[in-house]
T-cell receptor, first 115, second 111 residues
């Protein structure tokens, strides 16, 4: 069964360091998303991406964050200078072109710990 | 502020009983409504979607939507211990592609 894959599963970094989280969405999907979930809190939307550009972003997605689709398969989230409060599980999700807007397929997540 | 509200629980039901999970939302223009299940330490998994008022059944799951009351619910019949998880209500606001999630209701099914 096709799935969204994310790497790394867990990353520990020092405050101020740059982090890149990687995602391989399902191959025929055209809409890509990043969400995050701070431990014990709700799943929060960060950004959506379609046709090689950001289609929507939340107030969380400030200048410290960027997304990129560097090739035909990967979708990355970069955090330029990590802060303690960036510690969270980051989920990549995708959906197919004809799929309904909320029917997302999530990856297993990348846990980011900022020390 | 656009919000999706859920009782955090835990909701504890015996095996075989009906579990009833509720959600309210504040954006009256919301169009699409979803229930995701999240096991501890895992990612959300879509279990139901509903777009129009009324009931929608899929196996042991029934989603109910009342747009006038801005209320969505999920019923799980014949609850099993494997249903023990956090259930997330998610809503698409008007004109938005992104989902807004509630904080989830933790369900415990007692064997």
């Amino acid at each position: 069964e096709p799935e969204v894959t994310q790497t790394p599963s867990h990353q520990v970094t020092q405050m101020g360091q740059e982090v890149i989280l990687r995602c391989v969405p399902i191959s025929n999907h055209l809409y890509f998303y990043w969400y995050r979930q701070i431990l014990g809190q709700k799943v929060e939307f960060l950004v959506s991406f379609y046709n090689n550009e950001i289609s929507e972003k939340s107030e969380i997605f400030d200048d410290q964050f960027s997304v990129e689709r560097p090739d035909g398969s990967n979708f990355t989230l970069k955090i330029r200078s990590t802060k303690l409060e960036d510690s969270a599980m980051y989920f990549c999700a995708s959906r197919e072109a004809g799929g309904l807007t909320g029917e997302l397929f999530f990856g297993e997540g990348s846990r980011l710990t900022v020390l | 502020q656009k919000e999706v509200e859920q009782n955090s629980g835990p909701l504890s039901v015996p095996e075989g009983a009906i579990a009833s999970l509720n959600c309210t939302y504040s954006d009256r223009g919301s169009q699409s409504f979803f229930w995701y299940r999240q096991y501890s330490g895992k990612s959300p998994e879509l279990i139901m979607s509903i777009y129009s008022n009324g009931d929608k059944e899929d196996g042991r799951f029934t989603a109910q939507l009342n747009k006038a009351s801005q209320y969505v619910s999920l019923l799980i019949r014949d609850s099993q211990p494997s249903d023990s998880a956090t259930y997330l209500c998610a809503v698409n606001g008007a004109g938005r592609r992104a989902l807004t999630f509630g904080s989830g209701t933790r369900l415990q099914v007692q064997p």
